[in-house]
């Protein structure tokens, strides 16, 4: 890479409105600060960028980890042939049943099956962006409580729990985030939901919620908003927590699959103040 690493590194969209690929930047070397800085323009502009080819060690991994801020929590996700459940396979945050949810997630391919295992990514920001003025004027102020009701792990089982009751979405206890949060970044607006997570408002029953919930989780996931990546074995794929939701295509069955996943130590989402 020469000394002018803006000129090198080379930021190409992959979909209409999320997503970008990086070249030009070889993740087993070390490089300028600017480099990575133009790194995270790219990761806040576009909220999940990729990688090819690069098939780095534990300890690169890490460095690369380092440059965008405290490692959180470091594990292999392995999904073995005779397992049928797949870890991530509906919409949903990382984490966004705690406090201060990770504020990105990296996950490095080791090993690939042969076809499927796509991981499918979807914006918030033009989500947000396409409601109706009524409703973001509804929404912003608004939070909703996240809890992890299902007692959602990272097993493969082959059987899913057992959907709770209304009555247990109600009394479940959790934190409180904003609906509408603004990137503290771009500036942004975002909708700040989780389907795994997000289980009624401030205020409301569950069933008062339920079906503005589910309005906007269907929303969230059209097709417009999303980008779809296909692994190969070095690929990288690093999202941002507080704006991307992502899904893992579970359609690999009698296959292996290992990723090595990080993520990043975050901080509380901002309410957005205006719609």
């Given at each position: 890479m020469s000394t002018d690493v803006a000129a090198d590194l080379e930021v190409h969209p992959v979909g209409g409105?999320?997503?970008?690929?990086?070249?030009?930047?070889?993740?087993s070397s070390d490089h300028p600060d600017e480099a990575y800085a133009a790194v995270r323009r790219a990761w806040a502009e576009h909220g999940v960028i990729f990688f090819r080819d690069q098939h780095l060690t534990d300890e690169q991994r890490e460095r690369f980890a380092l440059?965008?801020?405290?490692?959180?929590?470091?594990?292999?996700?392995?999904?073995?042939?005779?397992?049928?459940?797949?870890?991530?396979?509906?919409?949903?945050?990382?984490?966004?049943?705690?406090?201060?949810?990770?504020i990105g997630t990296m996950l490095f391919a080791e090993e690939c099956p042969e076809r499927g295992g796509d991981t499918m990514f979807a914006g918030m920001v033009p989500?947000?962006?396409?409601?109706?003025?009524?409703?973001?004027?509804?929404?912003?102020?608004?939070?909703?409580?996240?809890?992890?009701?299902?007692?959602?792990?990272?097993?493969?089982?082959?059987?899913?729990?057992?959907?709770?009751?209304?009555?247990?979405?109600?009394?479940?206890?959790?934190?409180?985030?904003?609906?509408?949060?603004?990137?503290?970044?771009?500036?942004?607006?975002?909708?700040?939901?989780?389907?795994?997570?997000?289980?009624?408002?401030?205020?409301?029953?569950?069933?008062?919620?339920?079906?503005?919930?589910?309005?906007?989780?269907?929303?969230?996931?059209?097709?417009?908003?999303?980008?779809?990546?296909?692994?190969?074995?070095?690929?990288?794929a690093f999202w941002d927590n507080r704006q991307v939701w992502h899904l893992a295509v579970n359609d690999y069955h009698g296959m292996r699959r290992v990723m090595n996943r990080i993520l990043l130590t975050g901080t509380p989402p901002v309410a957005a103040n205006t719609p």
């Open positions: 409105l999320i997503g970008a690929e990086i070249r030009g930047l070889d993740l440059r965008f801020g405290q490692i959180r929590t470091k594990q292999q996700l392995r999904k073995e042939p005779d397992q049928t459940r797949n870890v991530g396979e509906s919409w949903h945050v990382d984490m966004t049943c705690f406090d201060e949810p990770p989500a947000y962006r396409d409601l109706s003025d009524g409703l973001k004027h509804t929404l912003v102020g608004m939070r909703a409580v996240h809890a992890n009701v299902r007692k959602l792990g990272m097993g493969y089982e082959n059987t899913s729990p057992p959907e709770p009751s209304v009555a247990e979405y109600d009394a479940a206890e959790g934190v409180l985030h904003p609906v509408i949060t603004r990137h503290p970044e771009t500036g942004r607006n975002v909708l700040y939901l989780n389907p795994e997570y997000a289980v009624r408002f401030e205020g409301w029953t569950r069933r008062e919620s339920l079906p503005l919930l589910r309005y906007l989780f269907d929303h969230g996931g059209k097709p417009e908003y999303c980008t779809r990546f296909t692994w190969q074995p070095g690929s990288i």
